[in-house]
């Protein structure tokens, strides 16, 4: 079992920054792939970015590749998402999650091949 505690979430206005973190209790994390997903009021959960065990692969939704940065510590089991240029239709609450069991350089953005998953932070961009 692991478990995932994001932080980071808040309230900017437009054209802001926020930067997600989110911490894995996980002893193998190096072994795990990370993700990145948000689901805003009313609509379905959607990827927003990943990384490989290893950090050396990335991969980033349409509407946010350009200013959204996912990065990770191995060190630290920590997985982090730089998002600037914020805007409204970025308002959602993100969730951080664990695809394990993964080759090296492998990852997805298919929510249904995660295998655990944070309880959200809420970030609100206004206009």
């Known amino acids: 079992q692991v478990q995932l505690v994001e932080a980071g979430g808040g309230l900017v206005q437009a054209g802001g920054s926020l930067r997600l973190s989110c911490a894995a209790s996980?002893?193998?994390?190096?072994?795990?792939?990370m993700g990145w997903f948000r689901q805003a009021p009313g609509k379905e959960r959607e990827f927003v970015a990943a990384?490989?065990?290893?950090?050396?692969?990335?991969n980033y939704a349409d509407s946010v590749k350009g200013r959204f940065t996912v990065s990770r510590s191995n060190a630290k089991n920590t997985v982090y998402l730089q998002m600037n240029s914020l805007k409204p239709e970025d308002t959602a609450i993100y969730y951080c999650a664990v695809r394990s069991s993964v080759r090296v350089g492998e990852i997805t953005a298919r929510s249904d091949e995660y295998h655990y998953w944070g309880q959200g932070t809420q970030v609100t961009v206004s206009s």
């Open positions: 996980a002893r193998t994390f190096s072994n795990y792939a």
């Open positions: 990384i490989s065990r290893g950090g050396h692969t990335t």
